[in-house]
């Protein structure tokens, strides 16, 4: 028959266990191995800038500068024009947000768990 033991009789047996059987001494050469083991572990790179990441970021910089100009700089008409189509466009959210927002949260649902469903196939397949 087999007896389980219950917690309070595994915990004494383990801190008998602990009290009774002798100590090992512990390897003279482990502090060794260890300081082997980080002095070869070879240090982190320094982050490197490369040219091509200086260009990009002129680039970035530019274009970014040029769009800022280019919407400072339009005419009142079009300013206008563009605020007038905005507000209709407010306007027309506003008016179909009663199916606008489920058919948004449902078809954002339908997108990540089709992101999630061969990931969780592949792990289940395992």
């Keep these: ?3 389980s ?12 266990a602990l009290h009774t059987h002798p100590i ?24 490197h800038f490369s040219w091509s990441d200086l260009v990009l970021a002129i680039v970035f910089s ?26 209709l466009f407010y306007q027309h959210l506003l008016v179909n947000i009663r199916w606008l927002l489920p058919v948004v949260f449902f078809g954002l649902a339908a997108f990540l768990s089709a992101l999630t469903i061969p990931y969780l196939r592949r792990e289940l397949l395992k």
């Design 1 to 3: 028959m087999d007896h």
């Design 5 to 16: 033991l219950t917690p309070e009789t595994q915990n004494a047996v383990i801190e008998n």
């Design 24 to 47: 090992a001494a512990m390897p003279r050469d482990i502090t060794a191995d260890v300081m082997a083991r980080i002095k070869t572990t070879p240090a982190p790179r320094p982050f």
């Design 62 to 87: 530019i274009c970014i500068g040029a769009l800022w100009f280019s919407i400072n700089h339009l005419p009142p008409l079009l300013v206008a024009q563009i605020r007038k189509e905005s507000i």
